[in-house]
């Protein structure tokens, strides 16, 4: 059987919760810090994300609280999230909606809460 200790799995886990300080939503999965911008949609400065917890059925997650007010900055239909610092321009992590959403510039946008997680070992 193999074995990862929590500590392990945590330390990736822990840069998002100490720099992910934007959320955007995006037209299309952006690679990098740069292509987030270009496919950026609208933001939340500063989502919640939780502490490190148990993943189940095992390794670790931290979860991205619902987002209720973000603000959207262009017209257009976005299919993905992404996490990013923006303090050190890295791209966190990024994933597809659930469904996509039809955005307007100058409205709001809400997402329901989302995990992120790190599978224990196999």
């Known amino acids: 059987m193999s074995f990862l200790n929590s500590l392990v799995l945590d330390t990736g886990l822990a840069v998002i919760v ?7 939503i995006c037209s299309s999965e952006p ?3 740069a292509a987030t911008l270009t496919a950026s949609l609208g933001t939340k400065n500063t989502p919640t994300i939780s ?3 148990a993943r189940a059925p095992s390794g670790r997650k ?19 999230w992404a996490l990013v610092d923006t303090v ?7 994933k597809a909606l659930d469904a996509v959403l039809a955005v307007n510039n100058g409205d709001t946008f809400t997402l329901p809460a989302f995990d992120i997680g790190i599978p224990g070992p196999a």
């Open 31 to 33: 690679a990098d810090y």
């Open 18 to 24: 100490a720099n992910a300080n934007r959320l955007h």
């Open 62 to 80: 931290v979860t991205v609280s619902a987002i209720a007010n973000g603000a959207v900055s262009a017209n257009g239909n976005a299919s993905h």
């Open 88 to 94: 050190n321009l890295r791209l966190l992590a990024a």
């Open 51 to 53: 502490a490190i917890a």
